[in-house]
């Protein structure tokens, strides 16, 4: 397998393609290191842990459905149980006062994941596709409900809490305030995004991706596409338990909830609309989702509907999610052919967002009406005030909507267009250097 | 950079509100007002909105207005921690919760965290309706204060009432199967066994929490066991579906509840034609004459189209954190904790009711309420033309239980 | 003992036929288009709705007739102007596509109709208990749910096996690229299969919608069920559809009948360690894992029988 892979491998890349991949690293970090220092209140800094958390939960999904091919409804299992395992083993750690500080328990949760990866997914991962997201689905459900039922260990729907500071202190840290873990998360996400990066470099990685791409000829080669799916789903169960261990360290409670479909959903939503071709896609992703959903339940009380449709467009026009939206573009940056593109995206942009204010003034009116129909027609929503009652409401909403789409369709088209002509500009630009 | 960018565009909004003054009396409320649980969650952000506009037609709180800042936690206990997080950065220093009681336990235990690591800056914690008893027993904090009564003095006031009922010789049991379902479950076993040896309990039911549309199999063992009564701390859809399933075939019993006069428990109770025959242990019900709940009860009709207040206990909150401030003459949390302990208060139903020092747990009369077909006059619910009607009356003092907290006091 | 038995048999074919009102339409879509339709359960949501309103206005009987049309004609819809496109960009994109659409319509509902449950009546026509076994009655709604399912389930299986749409169709559960190059309009195939099977969906939510209860979260409550029939019965096999829903209406129900748990299995020969640390699987009875057994089956199935009871294509 050595000698395969080292013949196999890419060329090693020049010392300056090198030194530009370290400085990301670096500064990345310095970015991590310095973000407190911008924003200080407790709510910011919660909110970063918590993305750094769902960024790890991201990448280690995303190497099972954009590495490996395999879409599964059950990740959040192995995030769960990681999850549980560290709160049990904070309190037990603290109780027996053993030598063992905070930082060291995420490692904890990955080996839980990974055991119990390891143990299941010998038998899911023997088919991909429909099945094994069956079985994924399946398996979700069956540990999810058992965790209702299994109190001693998963304590019933209440859950399970520790005090995260009554464990060792490291150098006077006692993680209690909010700004230690979120130190403690961006270590943790720093080396876990940094590891999963490197296994996509590695031989197992690109042998993921052939048996995501064509299993058949994978075996031809002389591999199991079996094992490789297995090592594959080991190694997002692990990262999985580092990311459920980092979220029960923070909220110092584990809960069913950590094992629930919802789970499960928001790391699939995430990882997808970020963009699963690209290793940045579910980072991305994960920023967006945690974001939005953080932010949006404050600006509007049907976020999940403006959530519902935001997934289906990104399906339908950006299957390639965000990053894929912005990748695309890239052979026009080397070209320096960007420019042309910008303004029919301006002029196909106007109509669009029209449009999405259009259904945006349709429906908070109309919850207006369904929700709250005997008070103030005066509402606000996304911090804008207008009058739901008003006739002059429901034509500007409507007048939004069938104007900007029909201009929309057609200023898009055009984008089409002129994208078709620029990219084969670019190439033949880019050919001819 | 684009990452940084983000970030910032996230977070800048929540600077802006840090750096709003404190000039009113800011309540977090922190419940589901999307998803599954928002239709309860969105009675009880109603109901607070009209205590806040209520109390501030008085002069608000020591010259300040109330404002209720709504925090949607999607029933979920790890992001009720993020909305109360939140909720503290925009100056909140109380919080109001009630919808389930695993958020309460992850809230309450956040409160006495953030307490214990940031003093000078604490938060009070106000459970109107998450009735495990735990929160006032083994895990009570002297940062949680409780007005609802917790499920042991429900079933203890209750079994109260059914000792003195000498038709019930069979009970079944039929409960959710988590921990507020299994309490019920365990206390009606061990009060009616105490109070009652010669009643039977021919089944002991526990189903999964609202998963399960079609309750025909558990009627048919209930009929096949024999019971003359159900107990039942089955609420929403579990408990109007039970119902709906006992109707359709024909089961003939009377039904102990805690919940029936949750939303949707009436419209079930009618639809099934079950005249009399649902019994609920309540804090107040609208037709009661005491107090000043009757001209609540209008005024609160009056502005959200017929509903009625399904929260007396919230209205006992309110006014009570309005009288405590007032006598700690401060705002500041700790001083209206330590006003709050020990206080008593003459609720909104009429009768005298006291926080308990011991645990905080607030002690009030409790009805034995009967639903049905009414006098002329009486208020009905959910427009069914039936209502709640008084059956029996159990005064403070038989439902105080002992407590096994220990109050670790600042 | 008899009696539970006759009234849970009952129960249990009751509550299959319900599933199987709605795994027809599923299972007929997943076969045609290899999607699972993850927002099947939302269709069915729909229809509940649907028939509230309508019969609120024009009575039960035309909602009966309409709501599964208008719901047929948005599924109809869906596939047209939403699935289509997505399909050039493979499986997952459509599956995420539906399950975004579940989502969606979930709010939507909510929006309309609000969270709590709304009143759907039974038709007074049907409002009587049809007869009674063992001093319990049996609505005869619920009879007329047992009849409409047979009749749906006769009627799919003769225009499967008897019509020209029916051959089309048949013939693209198993080579569903042959139709294709044999120069049948697929497109209009897929549109008309989706949206038949949506108002099929539409239908058991307009007879299910008064019997159980219509709420925004019932799309949510029988969604998974759903899959474990369409898997369990086998791909792509109607007859196998209807004898997966029978049997876990059956498991479910007599499950719920059942009080045996391990500790009252051996009473006091119990073993010591099994009131310690085993304790919750210990004392845990049939009767509480029910709801979660069709789970523990799909699973099973997928191990061991990958194309499922009567299926004839893997998974």
């Known amino acids: ?433 | 950079m684009n990452r940084l960018v983000m970030i910032a565009a996230l977070a800048l909004p929540m600077l802006g509100t840090a750096a709003m003054a404190q000039e009113t009396v800011k309540i977090g409320y922190i419940d589901p007002l999307s998803g599954g649980g928002a239709s309860v969650g969105e009675v009880g952000l109603k109901t607070f909105q009209f205590l806040a506009e209520e109390q501030n037609a008085k002069g608000g709180i020591l010259g300040k207005k109330v404002e209720i800042v709504p925090l949607d936690n999607k029933t979920n206990p790890q992001e009720s921690l993020i909305q109360a997080q939140k909720a503290i950065d925009a100056g909140v220093r109380y919080v109001t919760q009630g919808n389930g009681s695993s958020v309460a336990g992850a809230l309450s235990d956040f409160i006495t965290k953030y307490n214990e690591r940031n003093p000078g800056k604490e938060v009070l914690y106000f459970n109107y309706a998450a009735v495990d008893p735990v929160l006032t027993n083994e895990k009570c904090s002297f940062w949680h204060f409780r007005w609802d009564a917790n499920s042991d003095i429900k079933m203890e006031a209750l079994t109260n009432y059914m000792k003195t009922v000498p038709a019930i010789k069979k009970v079944y049991l039929i409960n959710q199967d988590y921990s507020f379902g299994q309490s019920v479950r365990t206390q009606a076993r061990a009060m009616l066994g105490a109070k009652r040896p010669d009643i039977q309990i021919v089944g002991d039911e526990l189903h999964p929490l609202l998963k399960i549309s079609d309750f025909a199999p558990y009627i048919a063992k209930i009929k096949a066991s024999g019971a003359d009564t159900v107990v039942t701390g089955n609420w929403g859809q579990d408990f109007a579906l039970l119902l709906k399933a006992a109707a359709d075939s024909g089961l003939k019993v009377n039904w102990y509840t805690y919940y029936a006069g949750g939303t949707g428990g009436p419209t079930a109770i009618k639809q099934a034609g079950l005249n009399d025959q649902v019994y609920g242990i309540v804090e107040g019900i609208p037709n009661l004459k005491g107090g000043d709940g009757q001209a609540f009860e209008k005024a609160f009709r009056a502005k959200y189209d017929g509903q009625t207040n399904v929260y007396p206990r919230a209205v006992n909150e309110m006014r009570m954190f309005a009288a405590a401030a007032e006598k700690a003459k401060s705002l500041e949390p700790v001083k209206v904790a330590q006003a709050l302990e020990g206080m008593d208060f003459e609720v909104l139903n009429g009768g005298k009711a006291t926080m308990r020092k011991d645990d905080h747990q607030f002690f009030q009369p409790m009805y034995i309420a009967q639903f049905g077909e009414l006098k002329a006059g009486e208020f009905d619910e959910e427009k069914t033309g039936w209502g709640w009607k008084t059956v029996a009356t159990i005064d403070t003092a038989q439902t105080m239980l002992p407590t096994t907290c220990k109050m670790e006091r600042p | 003992m008899l009696e539970l038995i006759v009234i849970s048999t009952l129960n249990g074919v009751l509550y299959g036929m319900l599933l199987f009102l709605m795994a027809s339409g599923l299972t007929v879509i997943f076969s045609m288009l290899g999607v699972l339709n993850f927002a099947h359960a939302s269709f069915y949501m729909l229809g509940a709705f649907f028939g509230f309103q309508i019969s609120r206005w024009v009575g039960f009987w035309p909602a009966l007739l309409i709501a599964p049309i208008l719901a047929g004609a948005i599924g109809a819809a869906v596939e047209r102007y939403g699935l289509r496109p997505v399909h050039k960009n493979g499986h997952v994109a459509e599956l995420l596509f539906t399950f975004g659409l579940a989502f969606a319509i979930e709010e939507i509902v909510q929006i309309i109709w609000g969270k709590s449950p709304v009143d759907f009546r039974v038709p007074p026509l049907l409002d009587f208990p049809a007869f009674t076994i063992f001093s319990t009655n049996y609505p005869a709604f619920k009879m007329f749910m047992l009849a409409v399912s047979i009749a749906i389930f006769v009627g799919l299986l003769l225009v499967l096996k008897k019509t020209r749409i029916g051959l089309i169709v048949q013939a693209a559960l198993t080579h569903p690229n042959m139709v294709g190059h044999l120069g049948h309009n697929v497109g209009r195939i897929f549109m008309l299969v989706f949206g038949v099977g949506t108002a099929l969906a539409a239908v058991a939510g307009v007879i299910a919608g008064p019997a159980l209860v219509t709420q925004s979260n019932m799309a949510g409550l029988l969604g998974p069920i759903l899959f474990v029939v369409v898997v369990v019965g086998g791909l792509g096999s109607l007859p196998g559809a209807f004898v997966a829903s029978l049997l876990i209406g059956l498991v479910q129900t007599f499950a719920v009948s059942m009080n045996g748990s391990l500790a009252g299995a051996f009473g006091p020969l119990g073993p010591d360690w099994a009131s310690s640390w085993v304790a919750d699987i210990w004392s845990v009875t049939i009767a509480q894992v029910a709801p979660i057994m069709p789970y523990l089956l799909l699973v099973l199935i997928l191990i061991f029988r990958p194309m499922g009871l009567l299926g004839t294509r893997d998974t």
């Not at chain 1, 069938?402 to 088209?413: D, E, H, K, N, T």
Request: charged share 10%; net charge positive.
């Open chain 1, 1 to 433: 397998m050595r000698d395969l892979a080292a013949t196999a491998a890419p060329p090693l890349p020049a010392l300056a393609d090198k030194l530009k991949f370290y400085a990301i690293w670096v500064v990345v970090a310095l970015v991590l290191l310095l973000l407190p220092k911008l924003f200080a209140t407790g709510g910011s800094l919660t909110t970063f842990s918590l993305i750094g958390i769902s960024i790890i939960f991201a990448l280690s999904y995303n190497i099972l459905l954009g590495q490996t091919g395999m879409l599964s409804f059950g990740h959040a299992v192995y995030y769960g149980l990681g999850g549980f395992l560290a709160i049990h083993a904070i309190n037990i750690i603290g109780a027996n006062k053993w030598p063992i500080p905070l930082p060291l328990v995420p490692l904890i949760g990955g080996v839980t994941g990974l055991f119990f990866a390891a143990l299941i997914g010998w038998v899911s991962t023997q088919r991909s596709g429909t099945a094994f997201a069956m079985i994924s689905l399946g398996l979700a459900e069956l540990v999810a409900s058992s965790a209702l039922i299994l109190r001693t260990f998963f304590g019933g729907e209440a859950g399970v809490s520790a005090n995260r500071t009554k464990l060792l202190k490291v150098f006077g840290f006692n993680f209690g305030p909010q700004i230690q873990i979120y130190y403690l998360v961006a270590a943790w996400t720093l080396i876990a995004v940094i590891a999963m990066y490197a296994l996509t470099r590695t031989p197992l990685g690109r042998m993921c991706n052939a048996v995501r791409d064509n299993p058949e000829r994978v075996q031809f080669v002389g591999y199991d596409p079996h094992v490789v799916r297995y090592l594959a789903f080991c190694f997002a169960g692990f990262f999985a338990g580092i990311a459920g261990s980092l979220a029960a360290i923070n909220f110092e409670i584990a809960n069913s909830a950590y094992l629930g479909a919802v789970q499960s959903g928001t790391v699939l939503f995430a990882a997808y609309i970020g963009g699963i071709g690209f290793f940045i896609g579910p980072i991305v992703g994960a920023i967006f989702v945690t974001v939005l959903s953080l932010g949006l339940s404050d600006l509007t009380t049907v976020w999940q509907l403006y959530f519902g449709l935001f997934f289906i467009a990104v399906v339908m026009f950006a299957p390639g999610g965000i990053t894929g939206l912005l990748m695309m573009h890239r052979p026009l940056i080397k070209a320096g052919m960007l420019t042309r593109m910008l303004p029919s995206y301006l002029i196909a942009l106007l109509p669009t967002l029209a449009l999405i204010t259009g259904l945006m003034l349709a429906i908070e009116t109309t919850v207006h009406y369904t929700v709250n129909p005997g008070e103030d027609p005066h509402v606000k929503a996304f911090g804008i005030p207008f009058n739901a009652a008003s006739s002059i409401t429901w034509l500007v909403a409507a007048a939004l909507i069938v104007g900007g789409f029909a201009l929309a369709r057609i200023s898009w088209r055009r984008t089409a267009h002129v994208w078709d002509e620029t990219l084969t500009a670019a190439r033949a630009k880019v050919h001819a250097t």
